[in-house]
């Protein structure tokens, strides 16, 4: 039997362990797609305790816990910090299999020193010993991006966003950049409630008079020109699927939707085409990587909606036909050479092989694997979905050039999920090696390594 999460956990033979603990180990970090606050970062201020750090606002572990039974006071409500780490801690060791497990005893070994097996019935002393931590040890947002070797990180922001603390943190000498992302699914989402009062805010913050789509269109690009201005070099829009319908529509959906009336099906893909179009040929001037996210339903339990609000952990996995609508999207903006750099990411395992082959055709000589094929995304960034999606891209493109992980997180501890991707990307590829499938060449190894976990997102983004 092994020891637990060793130094050689995932690193099953003599070949992984080199490329891992030789090349990929202390390479930086670009995460280029996350969900921390840049006014917590600005702020710094240092979490109360490992509760505040850990279950504040983490949606995978409050899953997690109501699975196991608990209550929802120690998920979402005020119940008392430290019955709500033990409380989440009896959940954690039930989930054998899960990545949560791996991810929490990684941040205790990384952040805290701690190698205990954390369960119901080691919590209370963990808990005391992560405080007793958190209270000598420097535990502030810049502190702990910076022990984690963190370069570059791409937040998650609205259009509407003034980006002040980006502004902000664009003045201090942090050792590592906050930049913007640009994200306008509010604007893209009519079908939506509070669409009308969504347009009122953009209209002031743009200065434009919204009447129309077309007037939605100009205010967006010219906020992605104030984007651009602070330094975002990224967008991301969120599809449940990928629309693609008649653009002489858009009006008549903006019109009705303005006045309150339903829309159809063909509507709101007419009109979501229209204005993805527009941003679309907008990043490829701006020099923008275009991040489109394809599968999530969310919201699925209305009433925990109402009481609890959106990304509180009632979402899952989509399974519309997608293929189609995302080509002929890709093709309508290559047709007038205004395809941006493009990744995209499913959260549905069964579109592996529709995205991996759909980058293909629409490579370009002018940048390295032009299109990307996202790393394994929420509920995939598991072993078995990360190894998955490693081997489909491996298997249908070009993995050494392939971009990388990125946290997708609102947790400042959870740079480990880096490490966990590195171990399972050095498991597969020294597999192959040693089974004589790829020949070594250690400088050629090394890059490709190091390229995955850093080198080509820098290159890739034009951070640097």
Not at 19 to 42: G, Q, T, V
Not at 157 to 183: C, N, S, W
Request: with cysteine; hydrophobic share 35%.
């Amino acid at each position: 039997m092994k020891n637990f999460m060793d130094k050689d956990f995932l690193l099953d033979t003599e070949c992984a362990e080199k490329l891992y603990f030789d090349f990929a180990k202390d390479m930086p970090i670009c995460d280029y797609h996350c969900h921390l606050s840049p006014r917590e970062i600005y702020e710094n201020k240092k979490p109360e305790n490992i509760s505040e750090l850990w279950l504040s606002g983490d949606h995978y572990k409050w899953r997690a816990m109501r699975s196991a039974g608990i209550k929802e006071k120690y998920c979402t409500g005020d119940a008392d910090p430290k019955k709500k780490f033990i409380k989440f801690a009896k959940a954690l060791q039930y989930c054998i299999g899960n990545p949560l497990y791996h991810w929490a005893h990684l941040e205790l070994q990384r952040y805290f020193g701690i190698k205990t097996p954390l369960n119901e019935k080691t919590a209370e002393k963990i808990y005391e010993r992560a405080n007793r931590v958190i209270d000598k040890e420097d535990f502030r947002p810049q502190t702990l991006i910076r022990l984690s070797n963190v370069k570059y990180l791409c937040t998650t922001d609205d259009p509407i966003d003034d980006l002040k603390y980006h502004k902000l943190l664009a003045e201090q000498d942090l050792g590592f950049k906050v930049l913007p992302t640009f994200r306008p699914d509010k604007a893209l989402n009519i079908e939506n409630d509070g669409f009308r009062e969504y347009v009122e805010e953009l209209a002031k913050v743009s200065d434009t008079n919204i009447e129309c789509a077309g007037d939605i269109v100009s205010a967006l690009l010219k906020r992605a020109n104030y984007f651009d201005e602070h330094g975002c070099r990224v967008s991301d829009q969120a599809f449940e699927y990928v629309p693609f319908g008649d653009i002489s529509l858009a009006e008549k959906a903006f019109d009705k939707v303005m006045k309150g009336r339903e829309l159809t099906r063909e509507e709101i893909d007419g009109y979501k085409t229209f204005v993805m179009q527009n941003l679309g040929s907008k990043y490829a001037a701006l020099g923008w990587v275009m991040e489109i996210h394809i599968g999530a339903m969310r919201n699925n339990n209305s009433k925990k909606f109402e009481m609890l609000g959106a990304d509180t952990g009632f979402d899952s996995v989509g399974d519309a036909e997608i293929a189609k609508p995302l080509s002929r999207f890709l093709d309508s903006l290559c047709s007038s050479n205004c395809l941006p750099k493009t990744i995209l990411f499913n959260l549905n395992d069964k579109d592996n092989t529709v995205l991996a082959t759909m980058l293909g055709n629409f490579q370009s000589h002018k940048a390295e694997s032009k299109m990307q094929f996202g790393p394994a995304w929420w509920f995939l960034d598991t072993m078995d979905g990360m190894t998955a999606q490693l081997k489909s891209l491996a298997n249908l493109g070009v993995l050494g050039k392939f971009v990388g992980m990125e946290t997708d997180s609102r947790s400042f501890t959870s740079y480990a999920r880096h490490e966990y991707f590195r171990r399972i990307l050095c498991r597969l590829l020294g597999r192959w090696i040693e089974d004589g499938w790829y020949a070594y060449d250690e400088d050629i190894v090394k890059e490709i390594i190091e390229g995955i976990c850093y080198n080509n997102a820098v290159k890739y983004f034009g951070f640097e």
